[in-house]
């Protein structure tokens, strides 16, 4: 099964608002990782967060870790239209000689103009 | 620097033919993998490597083998085609600690 869980798994809300989707995870990790898929396009990565860090800004987004519920948020401030797509996050479980990365199902976004 | 690079984008076999899907990576990463995504889904390991000689099973990988002759290519074998691997195929690369790099995907109908 995956490591990874987003929800919701679907998500659609007006330009300007914010969006927040949610990761949980099964086992202890090393990083937690979200990445951004246009429709029919490879994943770009978005931002990285360490197993020993709480929270992590970069530009709109800004992602939280809790490593004791196993869970990750990301927030996207502001949203726009090209922020439609679907977003992952994917877990690296850092174990030595591994270095897996294992992704969730995604949630898909819409941002209604 | 070209990144990840993937070939073909497209392909459609025909049930029971063979092909190999061609990844390379110019960024001396230890770690590749192979990834399938199904429609509406996300992405499932196929085959990963953490270096040159080194291959081991992802969460999907019957009907599927690959090898790591060198550094900088991964390339992923269907040995005889079956509808069920109708999907787009991605190949990432990456460091120890670091984000993943993707290819552009090949998608792959098996008829």
């Known amino acids: 099964s995956q490591q990874g869980e987003e929800d919701p798994q679907a998500l659609s809300i007006q330009e300007g608002e914010n969006a927040t989707m949610n990761c949980s995870y099964k086992?202890?990790?090393?990083?937690l990782q979200w990445y951004r898929q246009n429709s029919g396009r490879g994943l770009v990565h978005l931002i990285l967060i360490r197993s020993n860090e709480r929270e992590k800004h970069s530009g709109r987004l800004r992602v939280t870790l809790d490593t004791s519920k196993k869970s990750s948020s990301l927030l996207i401030t502001a949203s726009r239209a090209a922020d439609t797509a679907s977003y992952f996050c994917a877990t690296d479980l850092g174990m030595r000689g591994a270095q897996k990365l294992v992704f969730g199902q995604g949630t898909r976004l819409t941002i209604n103009p | 620097n070209a990144g990840v690079t993937q070939t073909p984008k497209f392909q459609v076999l025909k049930t029971g033919q063979s092909m190999t899907l061609q990844c390379a990576q110019d960024?001396?990463?230890?770690?590749m993998s192979w990834y399938r995504q199904d429609p509406g889904m996300g992405l499932r390991l196929i085959h990963y490597?953490?270096?040159?000689?080194?291959?081991d099973q992802g969460e999907v990988p019957n009907g599927y083998n690959v090898s790591r002759s060198t550094t900088e290519d991964f390339p992923l074998r269907l040995l005889s085609a079956a509808p069920s691997q109708t999907s787009v195929y991605f190949c990432?690369?990456?460091?120890?600690?670091?984000?993943?790099?993707f290819g552009q995907g090949t998608r792959l109908t098996v008829v």
């Open positions: 960024m001396n990463h230890e770690y």
């Open positions: 086992t202890s990790i090393n990083n």
């Open positions: 990432a690369s990456k460091s120890t600690g670091t984000e993943a790099f």
């Open positions: 490597s953490v270096g040159a000689g080194i291959t």
